[in-house]
């Protein structure tokens, strides 16, 4: 589906069916340097069981045009004028990494839009190490492959894939290079600058799920426990021996528990 914002041409998945007007609708958002088809094993799955689906790549990713913006703030409001501009008036949020610092800074300016919100491989901050924005400044496949490296566990290290074929690394390392150059250097940039995680957290009053993952090297767990709990009646769901890419790496765990999540809030 294509949907122009700020006249700009935005691709937004709907997990490969039309979407139904009545259906209740999930918003999922990717993180740094990612596009929709971090979503791949959810939009499918979702978009095929009663649900209307929106996947969309952010400005300068992916199939979307323009250029990338600088702040998680900026991509919060820029969410809500896509939700608006696709019709709906509520929707359930779910954020992976930077796209959870994006759904929880969504839910605080625009509330009123927001009927849950899920919150996958996060913290209450995502400090970026600065040698890392410098390598996706000066040596971008680089950062790639560090990226791809850490955010990965060791049964997604060794193609342990729930779609057979498939390898995480290499499939992570061609989401990354399907964006235009120097797209990763700014949203690392945007997550290292947002400081209003704890505000953002306290503040959410709809339903909540954090997914963390047990053997994240990028948000460990401890952080990501601290997140649930500032999160106003938050379920927390651990899945052991999996990385910070959680979606991919184990697809149907995270659908399980987002499915709880989904139900409850109707929308």
């Not at 929880?104 to 970026?128: K, T």
């Not at 979606?247 to 929308?267: K, S």
């Amino acid at each position: 589906m294509q949907i122009s914002i700020n006249d700009a041409d935005v691709f937004v998945s709907t997990g490969g069916r039309v979407a139904d007007e009545h259906a209740p609708v999930l918003l999922f958002l990717h993180g740094s340097g990612q596009t929709h088809l971090s979503w791949l094993l959810q939009a499918r799955f979702f978009a095929n069981r009663g649900w209307s689906v929106m996947a969309p790549d952010f400005p300068g990713h992916g199939l979307s045009g323009g250029a990338p913006l600088t702040a998680i703030e900026t991509m919060a409001d820029w969410c809500h004028t896509l939700i608006m501009a696709a019709g709906h008036k509520k929707v359930t949020v779910i954020g992976h990494s930077q796209g959870g610092l994006v759904a929880m800074e969504l839910a605080r300016r625009h509330p009123e839009y927001v009927a849950g919100i899920g919150l996958i491989s996060l913290a209450l901050a995502i400090p970026v190490n600065p040698q890392l924005i410098s390598m996706a400044e000066d040596n971008e496949p680089a950062a790639f492959d560090a990226m791809v490296t850490w955010g990965h566990g060791h049964d997604g290290a060794f193609h342990d894939h729930p779609m057979p074929g498939n390898s995480h690394i290499f499939m992570g390392k061609r989401i990354m290079a399907s964006n235009p150059e120097g797209t990763l250097a700014v949203d690392l940039k945007a997550c290292a600058a947002y400081a209003d995680g704890e505000q953002a957290a306290a503040s959410i009053t709809q339903p909540a799920m954090v997914i963390l993952a047990g053997d994240d090297s990028m948000t460990p767990c401890k952080q990501g426990e601290a997140l649930a709990a500032a999160i106003p009646h938050a379920e927390l769901v651990k899945i052991e021996h999996a990385g910070h890419m959680l979606p991919i790496e184990r697809g149907d765990d995270v659908n399980r528990a987002l499915r709880r999540l989904f139900e409850q809030t109707g929308a």
